[in-house]
């Protein structure tokens, strides 16, 4: 696989680093996962599911086999996402930002379902807990994303112009009541808009 360009690489920082200090207020849906999602399911939570597969309820109903439906804190405007999203326990060295290899199943559902789909860009939001300072969980969360970037455009060959990662520290809990709920530290993923023909 091709590194990704130092060019390239700070270009990235430059986009996803104002993203990363952003929010408006705005409420998002988002299906937690459980499970290595199947390429359905992912199309599906994310809103864009192949013709003939149901969607997902549009509200937060109850609790199914390895789902669940939350209601996240603000969402940066300038991400340029939509509203709709999924989070995956992708989980990472301890103190580091390397992707741990039990987590590599799940960066590989997101891969088959971008190769299969070359329309499809996507924002990689980076989420922790809340326990830390503010400041350093920020970071923290975006290197955890770029991380998952990488492993993306490295190891899959996705295009780096299809993501863009993004560093929530711990804005967004998945469960504001219990701040440092495992469930809080995540990678997310909202569908960014279309790449150009």
Do not use: C
């Not at 199947?38 to 597969?53: D, F, H, N, S, W």
């Not at 939509?82 to 039990?102: E, I, M, N, W, Y």
């Amino acid at each position: 696989m091709a590194r990704l360009p130092h060019a390239q690489l700070i270009h990235t920082l430059l986009v996803a680093l104002p993203a990363t200090l952003a929010a408006n207020g705005a409420q998002a849906q988002v299906q937690y996962f459980d499970h290595v999602p199947t390429a359905a399911e992912i199309r599906v939570a994310l809103g864009r599911p192949a013709p003939g597969e149901a969607r997902l309820p549009s509200r937060p109903t109850s609790r199914r086999k390895g789902i669940e439906w939350h209601t996240a804190a603000p969402m940066g405007e300038s991400s340029g996402s939509s509203g709709q999203g999924l989070a995956l326990p992708v989980t990472f060295d301890p103190g580091a930002a390397r992707v741990s290899k039990a987590s590599m199943a799940y960066v590989g559902s997101i891969a088959s379902v971008l190769a299969e789909d070359p329309s499809l860009r996507l924002v990689v939001e980076g989420h922790t807990d809340a326990t830390g300072a503010t400041r350093a969980n920020t970071m923290l969360s975006w290197e955890r994303a770029f991380s998952v970037f990488r492993v993306l455009v490295d190891r899959y060959g996705i295009d780096p112009d299809r993501l863009q990662p993004v560093g929530k520290g711990s804005s967004e809990p998945l469960r504001p009541s219990d701040p440092a709920d495992a469930m809080n530290r995540r990678v997310q993923f909202r569908v960014a808009g279309t790449a150009p023909a």
